[in-house]
């Protein structure tokens, strides 16, 4: 593999490591690492010596907080939808419909584009302290990664009408009982466990892997749901809500809605 900037990835038995290192920033996705992602991924889908893929991010404290809100404060319309559609193509949907495994080991926060990053995963894992959520409201947008989708798909609608409506995390426990992650363990087990799982899963057929992904990902699949969110949230950003939200949040006070 390559250097990377915002990225540290390392490859032992058959199996990615990747790690978002921007840990000074709690791992924020900004444009630089998703294009960072997005050349490792495809990458990854050309190296027959990789077999599976775990996710994490650097530090103690966050799997991902989050995007990266500086970028995209003074963004109109179509500079909003562009960015949910580029991002949702070539990162998102790109892991969601990946031939090879992945999983997400959350080892904290994993809030708004970091909880989409893991639930684009195929199985998800986090450490008890990892707090999970979709904010993207109390900045006057919506989920634009895939949120409204995946969320609704793991948890059922009541629980994600919730979630976003709300703005409020979840601690890892609740979202294991939601369905949200698959298991929780203590932080210095998370790796390990990542890394068990993994190669449990890598020690079947490869093929049958690769079709059992394709199939379970064809239940239940509407492209125009995640077309209408991109949609949406494009629109979020010709209000003035969104101007003050985003003001407020890089301000660090609460915002003021109209």
């Given at each position: 593999m390559?250097?990377?900037?915002n990225?540290?990835?390392?490859?032992?038995n058959n199996?990615?490591?990747?790690?978002?290192?921007?840990e000074?920033?709690?791992?924020a996705?900004?444009?630089d690492?998703?294009?960072?992602?997005h050349?490792?991924?495809?990458?990854?889908?050309?190296?027959?010596?990789i077999?599976?893929?775990?996710?994490?991010?650097?530090?103690?404290?966050?799997?991902?907080?989050?995007?990266?809100?500086?970028?995209?404060?003074d963004?109109?319309?179509?500079?909003g939808?562009?960015?949910?559609k580029?991002?949702?193509?070539?990162?998102f949907?790109l892991?969601?419909?990946?031939?090879?495994?992945?999983?997400?080991?959350?080892n904290?926060?994993?809030?708004g584009?970091?909880?989409e990053l893991?639930?684009?995963?195929?199985?998800?894992?986090a450490s008890?302290?990892?707090?999970?959520?979709?904010p993207?409201?109390?900045?006057?947008?919506i989920?634009?990664y895939?949120?409204?989708?995946?969320l609704?798909?793991?948890?059922g609608?009541?629980?994600?009408?919730?979630?976003?409506?709300?703005?409020?995390?979840?601690?890892a426990e609740?979202?294991a009982k939601?369905g949200?992650?698959?298991?929780t363990?203590?932080?210095?087990?998370?790796?390990?466990?990542?890394?068990?799982m993994?190669?449990k899963i890598l020690?079947?057929?490869?093929e049958a892997?690769a079709?059992?992904?394709?199939?379970?990902?064809?239940?239940?699949?509407?492209q125009?749901g995640?077309?209408?969110?991109?949609?949406?949230?494009g629109?979020?950003?010709s209000s003035?809500?969104?101007?003050e939200?985003?003001?407020?949040?890089l301000e660090k006070?609460?915002?003021?809605?109209?």
């Amino acid at each position: 593999m390559k250097n990377y900037i915002n990225l540290l990835t390392d490859i032992q038995n058959n199996i990615l490591y990747l790690t978002i290192n921007r840990e000074e920033k709690l791992n924020a996705l900004n444009k630089d690492t998703l294009a960072e992602i997005h050349d490792c991924l495809i990458a990854v889908l050309n190296n027959d010596l990789i077999k599976g893929i775990i996710i994490t991010g650097k530090g103690e404290k966050a799997f991902v907080a989050g995007a990266d809100i500086k970028e995209f404060s003074d963004f109109n319309e179509e500079q909003g939808k562009n960015l949910a559609k580029e991002g949702q193509t070539k990162v998102f949907d790109l892991i969601a419909n990946c031939k090879k495994p992945v999983i997400a080991a959350i080892n904290g926060f994993a809030l708004g584009g970091g909880l989409e990053l893991a639930m684009a995963c195929h199985i998800r894992i986090a450490s008890q302290n990892a707090k999970l959520g979709l904010p993207e409201v109390s900045l006057g947008l919506i989920p634009g990664y895939g949120g409204t989708q995946r969320l609704t798909e793991l948890v059922g609608k009541g629980k994600a009408f919730e979630m976003i409506l709300t703005a409020d995390m979840v601690s890892a426990e609740e979202a294991a009982k939601i369905g949200l992650i698959n298991h929780t363990v203590v932080s210095t087990d998370l790796l390990p466990q990542a890394t068990a799982m993994m190669e449990k899963i890598l020690s079947r057929s490869p093929e049958a892997i690769a079709a059992a992904l394709k199939a379970i990902n064809a239940f239940n699949h509407s492209q125009s749901g995640y077309d209408a969110e991109i949609q949406a949230f494009g629109n979020c950003f010709s209000s003035q809500n969104f101007k003050e939200g985003v003001t407020a949040f890089l301000e660090k006070r609460k915002p003021k809605f109209y």
